[in-house]
């Protein structure tokens, strides 16, 4: 099993431009999740899904963050227009009905100058 | 929302000795997890503890659930420079898969 599989690893963008992350789940899970951590504030929940349906975007800060999941193998997340201060690293995790906790993708790590 | 404090914050140790993360919410949880996270990675799950007053050992780490279900701790016996990185804890809701992260704590073991 590969894991999450989250791309791109790195993205430098000028401000004002559209950013869009993407995130392939873990073959059978049907929770996705996407995060953002930065220094100062952890690990925030930005938006959740169970079987590609949205359940909880109340951690996405404003209407310039939005997300998809058009199918149980992929899921995207799109900033438009980006911010300095949406610089930080996202994650994506997924996890099944086993209990076995979340598994989390190497993040990408968005720079917006 | 539900909060998650941890402490200590950071963590600077000498190989061989011993550690403990505390974590620390007002809330009750129905599970609560441990992830350790290192550099240019995702955290990865080290264990969940699901029952009030559970300990659960993973080699030299011993996590405890407070009997509340309300806090947990990390100890590590004996740490090794393997064991650096960024400690997470994080709270399962009764209702549903969200997690709620606490801030972490920094350990560096020094050879």
């Not at chain 1, 952890?42 to 310039?64: C, H, K, Q, T």
Request: proline share 5%; net charge negative.
């Amino acid at each position: 099993d590969a894991g999450v599989i989250q791309s791109p690893r790195h993205e430098v963008t000028e401000m004002g431009q559209e950013v869009t992350l993407r995130c392939k789940p873990i073959s059978g899970h049907n929770s996705l999740f996407w995060y953002r951590q930065t220094m100062m504030r952890g690990l925030e929940l930005l938006i959740y899904f169970n079987n590609n349906v949205p359940i909880d975007d109340s951690g996405m800060p404003e209407d310039r963050f939005s997300a998809k999941m058009p199918n149980a193998s992929f899921s995207t997340l799109k900033i438009q227009p980006s911010e300095p201060r949406d610089s930080a690293v996202y994650f994506c995790a997924s996890s099944g009905t086993d209990n076995y906790g979340y598994t989390f993708g190497s993040g990408t790590r968005l720079t917006v100058v | 929302t539900q909060l998650l404090e941890q402490s200590p914050q950071f963590l600077s140790i000498q190989e061989g000795e011993n550690l403990t993360v505390y974590c620390n919410s007002s809330s009750v949880f129905s599970s609560l997890q441990w992830y350790r996270q290192e550099p240019g990675e995702g955290p990865v799950l080290l264990v969940t503890v699901v029952t009030g007053g559970e300990v659960k050992k993973l080699k030299r780490l011993t996590f405890q659930f407070g009997d509340a279900r309300k806090d947990s701790s990390l100890h590590i016996t004996a740490a090794q420079p393997g064991d650096t990185g960024l400690y997470l804890c994080a709270g399962e809701e009764a209702a549903g898969n969200k997690l709620t992260f606490g801030g972490g704590t920094r350990v560096l073991v020094k050879p």
